[in-house]
């Protein structure tokens, strides 16, 4: 069983930065790619950034430039930096591994709890 567990999230002010990370533990047969969603309350969940297996990475329009998404293969973490917050990135943010089970099934998708980022004056 894979299990995602973010931490980083919380109240910044608008133009500063955070730094989110999430930690995966168990094992997946094959990762297709992993990443970040956010969700605003009463919102769907919407794409922010992810990391292909192959090594390339893909940023919704509205964070290329500003957030930056990485990952440490040796740690099994995925990181993503947040700079120049603004109000309308307030959301929860979910880590996200699309991929193959042990039991060759899928792809499926994991998420983690979710963890709160506010951006407020």
């Known amino acids: 069983q894979v299990q995602l567990v973010e931490s980083g999230g919380g109240s910044v002010q608008p133009g500063k930065s955070l730094r989110l990370s999430c930690a995966v533990s168990?094992?997946?047969?094959?990762?297709?790619?992993i990443g970040w969603y956010r969700q605003v309350s009463g919102n769907e969940r919407t794409f922010v950034a992810t990391i292909f297996t192959q090594g390339f990475t893909l940023y919704h329009d509205s964070v290329r430039g500003r957030f930056t998404i990485s990952k440490d293969s040796a740690e099994n973490t995925v990181d993503l930096q947040m700079d120049s917050l603004r109000p309308e990135d307030t959301a929860v943010y979910y880590c996200?591994?699309?991929?193959?089970?042990?039991?060759?099934?899928?792809?499926?998708?994991?998420w983690g709890q979710g963890t709160q980022v506010t951006v407020s004056s």
């Open positions: 168990g094992s997946v047969f094959r990762v297709n790619r």
């Open positions: 996200h591994i699309n991929g193959i089970n042990n039991e060759g099934a899928g792809p499926e998708d994991y």
